[in-house]
């Protein structure tokens, strides 16, 4: 039977949404996970880290503790001020930009992929409150001049105001 070998190198969180910064830290330490619950036959290639963000905007890259000249890891976005975005993998490259990111205050999951492809997931956990617009997923119209709201009449797709319900329809 064919043996797999998988090698954990020591990889940090580093930057603004950590508690001790940038440097490489054993509290910003990425976790590594050396199976893929999914598929036992397969290694995992991800690192993890639960942080408790404190909200609002700041930068962060996935790096070793000597930005890549041990290990080759120092990675941030091709191009300067990218964003990551809740649950969305964002693809990673061996850059010097910082990964933008911009949530509001709770506890998440920062996963970085360390595959055929270097992606870095964001996760609330459940006790992150999301805002929610009122519209849902809908795509909201807005529709008017400065003299009349009601010439023409609305579109089918439009959704309208309800003032005495305080919702759109």
Do not use: C
Not at 13 to 42: H, K, M, S, Y
Not at 67 to 77: A, E, F, L, M, R
Not at 119 to 142: C, E, K
């Amino acid at each position: 039977d064919p043996v797999l070998k998988v090698s954990e190198a020591p990889l940090y969180l580093r930057g603004g949404v950590t508690g001790t910064g940038w440097g490489a830290e054993a509290a910003n330490q990425l976790g590594f996970i050396g199976t893929d619950e999914f598929n036992p036959a397969e290694a995992s290639h991800v690192y993890s880290l639960e942080v408790d963000y404190a909200g609002g905007f700041s930068e962060f890259k996935v790096a070793d503790a000597d930005w890549g000249n041990t290990y080759g890891y120092n990675y941030g976005v091709e191009v300067a001020g990218h964003s990551v975005e809740l649950v969305v993998p964002l693809t990673l490259v061996n850059s010097n930009n910082n990964i933008a990111i911009d949530v509001p205050a709770g506890t998440y999951i920062f996963a970085f992929e360390d595959g055929v492809t270097k992606t870095m997931t964001v996760t609330p956990t459940t006790d992150v409150v999301i805002p929610t617009l009122p519209w849902g997923d809908n795509t909201v119209y807005i529709r008017g001049t400065v003299n009349g709201w009601g010439d023409p009449p609305p579109a089918v797709d439009e959704m309208i105001w309800d003032s005495n319900s305080l919702s759109y329809s």
